[in-house]
């Protein structure tokens, strides 16, 4: 397995609370180990995540604009990502984002 080499910049207190949790716990041998982890934990969560499948599929649509792929694969590529997407994920993403903006272009009291 080929390794990359990542250099990563942690505010003190940070650095002082995984050193404290990896002394602790004895969990995972160094801090590498531990941020390897928490990557490879955070990248399921993301691939996972329903606004991150929305993306992909908006994605998927603007390529399919541009390509000359056929309408049955890009029919399987868009079932494939319709089953990752949930729809009450969905629903309240799009609850948060209205609010959100309205917030913004109206204030907090609207």
């Known amino acids: 397995m080929k390794y990359a080499s990542v250099s990563v910049k942690f505010p003190v207190e940070l650095d002082t609370e995984i050193e404290r949790f990896l002394d602790e716990t004895g969990i995972y041998t160094n801090k590498s180990e531990f941020i390897k982890e928490a990557c490879r934990s955070h990248l399921r969560e993301l691939n996972d995540d329903t606004a991150i499948a929305a993306l992909r599929l908006e994605q998927l649509l603007a390529q399919a604009e541009q390509s000359r792929q ?11 990502l319709g089953e990752k997407v949930d729809v009450d994920d969905l629903e309240q993403a799009v609850e948060e984002a ?7 272009v109206y204030g907090s009291d609207a």
């Open 98 to 104: 209205r609010k959100e903006t309205s917030e913004q």
């Open 70 to 80: 056929s309408d049955s694969d890009i029919d399987a590529e868009l079932a494939a």
